[in-house]
């Protein structure tokens, strides 16, 4: 629930009938001042801090994936984006969770920190994320995070936006990235022919892993990763 003001998390315990026993909101302390209405405040007093201090405005769960058991205690862990709608900064926290889905430790990842590349401000990285299984034979899966407002050097696309491959380690930072455009490699998308709504076109051979990133055009890049 990434709200303009207020932000959370919220996993749901649910019934074989699809309706819900019980929840665990994940939201830490709010590290900055806001004016905000007077039930809004009172609320922030109420709930049980779990997870990473965040700030007014940060849109934290922006974009959620499943990471598996990544540290490999048995439970299931979570990997949630956080994009501030005022300063466009973004941050990707990946949560250890407990049982009961309480947030036992977390890494913050942005740019420049833990092994990450630089991330302009604004760019919508961690708009969408996704999981890819391990491609550099570490026996660590990897994170593929789109960043749909980048500009991209040489594209006739306005903000054709940026996918970013990121090789985690064991203990959540990150040991490399790569940055795939619609200009990298096969892509195939450098011309004004293409510019049309709701199409994809993807070059590739053997089995795919797509990953579209939506720029503000509409186009859809699909991003065909070799297995």
Not at 18 to 29: A, E, L, N, Q, W
Not at 33 to 57: K, W
Request: charged content about 15%; some cysteine; glycine content about 8%.
């Amino acid at each position: 629930a990434p709200g303009s003001i207020t932000s959370a998390v919220y996993v749901l315990f649910l019934h074989a009938n699809g309706t819900v026993r019980t929840y665990t909101r994940i939201r830490g302390r709010y590290t900055s001042s806001i004016a905000v209405a007077d039930d809004v405040a009172a609320e922030d007093l109420r709930y049980a801090v779990n997870g990473p201090p965040i700030s007014y405005g940060s849109r934290f769960g922006s974009s959620l994936t499943t990471v598996g058991d990544f540290n490999k205690d048995g439970v299931s862990d979570l990997i949630v984006s956080a994009i501030d709608s005022s300063t466009g900064h973004s941050i990707i926290y990946i949560l250890y969770l407990s049982t009961n889905a309480t947030v036992i430790q977390y890494v913050q990842l942005e740019s420049e920190t833990f092994g990450m590349p630089t991330i302009p401000n604004f760019s919508g990285f961690g708009t969408s994320m996704v999981m890819l299984p391990d491609l550099n034979n570490d026996s660590i899966p990897e994170l593929a995070v789109g960043a749909p407002f980048s500009s991209v050097t040489g594209s006739l696309n306005t903000r054709a936006g940026y996918v970013y491959v990121l090789f985690l380690t064991a203990n959540g930072s990150v040991n490399s990235s790569t940055v795939i455009t619609e200009t990298s490699g096969e892509l195939k998308y450098n011309d004004p022919a293409l510019r049309l709504p709701s199409v994809v076109r993807c070059s590739y051979t053997r089995a795919p892993v797509g990953i579209c990133v939506v720029s503000d055009l509409c186009m859809c890049v699909c991003v065909s990763l070799l297995l």
